[in-house]
């Protein structure tokens, strides 16, 4: 008689690669995800939305607390170090009191209205001057909080054909970037982001994973590419590009998150589970490749839904998807793959992603002492209730204003 229930020892062997790969599992929540954001149309106001970086720090560290996997917070420095350098003294105590850390820092080189025309590829040398001494005052911030990561994403481009020169502004943005690079000391790195589109709509100067290793490459040794998940024109094959950062060395880290349409900045795994297993699976198989060196951070938008419940859900999500991954035998996947047995290979794949990992999240959280269910423990710790209570009468008064 033939069965399809796993052996012990199978589950066991499942089991010990499933623990190490979640052991060494980290992702990286953004400050901004615990903010009012909306779409151009407007904001919808939640009342236990952030209000102040503190409150950043308080709903980033329950987040950690519950999932044990998210222990460093992205940080925007035009939204969370309006002061600059003269804030990280307040980002200090703010770890100390939350138990997270300092994450990536994020320059912002969009918002003020000198940046209209671009800015670290603007035609003005002052505004490009100005675009450089934000991203040198955002390595400061960084070497001050110990930070590895600077992660740039770049808004410019042009809205209409012959209105820019694409090729100046490459040159442009060349020497900006190689500029930024000499400032950082030799633990830190530069990440550079691409967008095909938004806000700009006719030509984005950093569109595509191309351009931005050809940025990074001028721009030094420790400059890498981030990879958004949702700045990809429909189709495109992202774990192909993933395969070819890991590669040429020059993977730097993720913004997650999922799409339906454009950037749509969705819980990431919500409508394409499969695609973001796709791209664990690139990493986990590449021989010698750990995460240390992979920054997984998550960029979502959530309108709608809770803020608090939104990033455990992704958390937990990815976890999910990350250990999905590790689930595949590459030993004998590359056996089949070599003989060319393409249905045996690819439902070996196949039946990775569709293992139900859960039961052995639940496992490992229970081993390591964490909340076996953590959205059932958000939900129960009334902590939500607390904040909205706490915070519901700002945001009603901000109309959901970034703090
Ligand atoms: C914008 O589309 C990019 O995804 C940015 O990485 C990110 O949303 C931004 O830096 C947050 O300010
Ligand atoms: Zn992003
Ligand atoms: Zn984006
Ligand atoms: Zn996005």
Known sequence: MSTSIA??????????????????????????????????????????????????FADAGEVNRLTGAAPTVALHVLWDLPNGTADVETIRGLEAEYGVKAGSINPNLFQSQEYKFGSIANPDAGVRKAALDHLLESVEIGKALGS?????????????????????????????????????????????????????????????????????????????????????????????????LLHTESLGGFHFNDRKYADDDLTLGSIDPYQLF?????????????????????????????????????????????????????????????????????????????????PMLRAWRKARSLPVEPLQELRTSGYVERISAERGARNQASGGSYA
């Open 148 to 244: 590895r990561d600077v992660s740039l994403w770049i808004a410019d481009g042009s809205n209409y054909p012959g209105s820019q020169s694409i090729r100046r502004r490459i040159e442009w943005m060349e020497e900006v970037l190689k500029a930024t690079h000499d400032a950082m000391n030799e633990t830190q790195r530069m990440l550079v982001e691409y967008k095909p589109f938004e806000p700009a709509f006719y030509h984005t100067d950093i569109a595509d994973w191309g351009m931005a290793l050809h940025l990074a490459r001028v721009a030094g040794p420790r400059a890498k590419v981030l990879v958004d998940t949702g700045h990809h024109y429909q189709g495109t094959n992202i774990e192909q590009i993933v395969a070819w």
């Open 7 to 56: 052996s012990t020892s199978d589950l066991q062997h499942q089991q010990e690669r499933i623990f190490a790969a979640l052991d060494g599992f980290r992702i990286e929540v953004p400050s901004w995800g615990f903010a009012n954001t909306g779409t151009r149309f407007g904001k919808f106001v939640q009342a236990g939305a952030a209000t102040s970086i503190a409150e950043k």
């Open 278 to 358: 796709r791209i664990f699976h690139e990493i986990v198989s590449t021989p010698g490749e750990t995460t240390d060196n992979i920054a997984y951070m998550i960029d979502q938008s959530h309108n709608l839904k809770g803020k608090m419940e939104a990033m455990v859900q992704s958390v937990v999500t990815a976890q999910e998807l990350f250990a999905r991954a590790a689930l595949v035998d590459q030993e004998a996947l590359t056996a089949l793959q070599d003989e060319c047995r393409l249905v045996e290979a690819e439902e070996l794949f196949r039946s990775a992603f569709w293992t139900d990992v859960r």
